[in-house]
């Protein structure tokens, strides 16, 4: 009898601890909704703009909570507008030059994911790095001089190193569903060309929102 007792309780511990190590999805792959507020440069020349898209990310968890996170995301193309004002280096007319260029956004980015599962939600924090590809500095500069301005001298990258830093909150409605209300980050690109007048580094913001599913 006290054999067979000890079995049991070794199994039941034994299960029990598996149960316990497992109680986290170990896979999450989300869809989103995603906001940019751009600033494209530093120099007050370019104003900022807002983007709009989506994407979807996919996170593997190592433990509870650490995990390792793949994401990619896109923005529409949309028309800017602005004007620069006359008698500088940049419109060194007397006319302010009246500028018009398009621009779209795509980022692929990885990094690691820290998230904290309490009962009834589950705010985490992330880091990710990765590039960022855009056509608006290239378009830019296409339509500058046509416009009488004079803020390039050669035809920018539409490539840059990216940067996200940031966090938000996970809802789970079921075993397999979570609902992820805000997410909100510092994201850096570094686009440099002569627009940016010598700093490279565009310091934008970033609101995410969407569905996750977990296996």
Known sequence: ????????????????????AQDYHKIEVTGDYSYVHANPQNNNIIPT?????????A????SKLI???AEFEGYGSYT????I??????????????????????????????KFRLSHFEPFVETLFGGAHSNFYGNLYKNCGTAGC???SKSPSNNAFDFLIGGGIDIPVSEHIAIRPAQFEYFLTRFGNDFTKG?????????????QFRF
């Open 1 to 20: 009898m006290k054999i067979r007792s000890t079995v049991i309780l070794g199994i039941t511990l034994l299960f029990g601890t598996m149960a316990f």
């Open 49 to 57: 703009f807002s983007l709009n898209g989506g994407g979807g990310s």
């Open 59 to 62: 996170a593997f968890y190592f």
């Open 67 to 69: 995990g390792i996170e």
């Open 80 to 83: 800017h507008n602005f004007t």
């Open 85 to 114: 004002s006359a008698g500088n280096a940049a419109c060194p007319g007397t006319v302010p030059c009246a500028v018009s260029a398009q621009g779209n956004l795509f980022t692929y980015n990885v990094g690691p994911i820290v």
């Open 150 to 152: 004079a803020v390039a």
């Open 199 to 211: 700093n490279n580094n565009q310091s934008n913001f970033r609101y995410q929102a969407g569905v």
